[in-house]
């Protein structure tokens, strides 16, 4: 049986999960230093899932990356240890520590908080970890820009992102 005709007996949901499993081991084999998003939201645990299943069943070859604004719920820390604990990730945890110092909070400081504690924390755990192949779940029609988005968005030195540069997807 040829790819093509497997392909055409599977279901819409298999063949999508099937591409999934297949970006992430060519990301995988391509990167040095490769790291998944992990918000603890449905996509960034869908797409971990997707990661234990493309590996099995070796553990994942790459860690989890939290982003901690310090405003996260108990329970939600819980779950992202046991989560990664559970299916053998090694959990990376990054905070802003400046921003925390500074006392920053979403109530009284709304975007200054949001950029300094995720948007810039998430650029300094980047920086930090050296990580050059970057997994992250977000789902198009959640925000604009994010349509734009390909499955790989090339990203400048500083982090930007510049759709007309972006190469071309032979998908």
Do not use: C
């Not at 999960?17 to 998944?36: D, F, K, Q, S």
């Not at 099995?56 to 901690?68: D, E, G, K, T, W």
């Not at 994010?146 to 990203?155: D, G, Q, T």
Request: aromatic fraction near 10%; hydrophobic fraction near 40%.
């Amino acid at each position: 049986m040829t790819a093509q005709q497997a392909a055409s007996r599977l279901s819409n949901l298999d063949w999508l999960e099937a591409e999934a499993v297949h970006i992430l081991r060519e990301g995988v084999t391509e990167g040095r230093n490769p790291v998944m998003l992990f918000s603890t939201g449905k996509d960034s645990t869908v797409l971990a899932h997707l990661a234990v299943r493309a590996f099995y069943p070796a553990r994942p070859p790459f860690p989890l990356l939290h982003v901690n604004s310090t405003w996260e719920f108990h329970s939600l820390l819980a779950f992202r240890d046991l989560f990664a604990e559970r299916h053998g990730f090694k959990l990376v945890v990054y905070a802003n520590e400046a921003g925390r110092a500074a006392g920053l909070n979403p109530f009284d400081h709304g975007e200054a908080y949001t950029t300094a504690m995720r948007t810039e924390a998430l650029k300094q755990a980047l920086d930090r970890g050296g990580y050059d192949i970057i997994f992250g779940g977000a789902r198009r029609d959640e925000e604009r820009s994010r349509a734009k988005e390909r499955i790989f968005s090339v990203r400048n030195e500083h982090h930007g992102w510049e759709p007309r540069q972006q190469r071309p997807e032979l998908w």
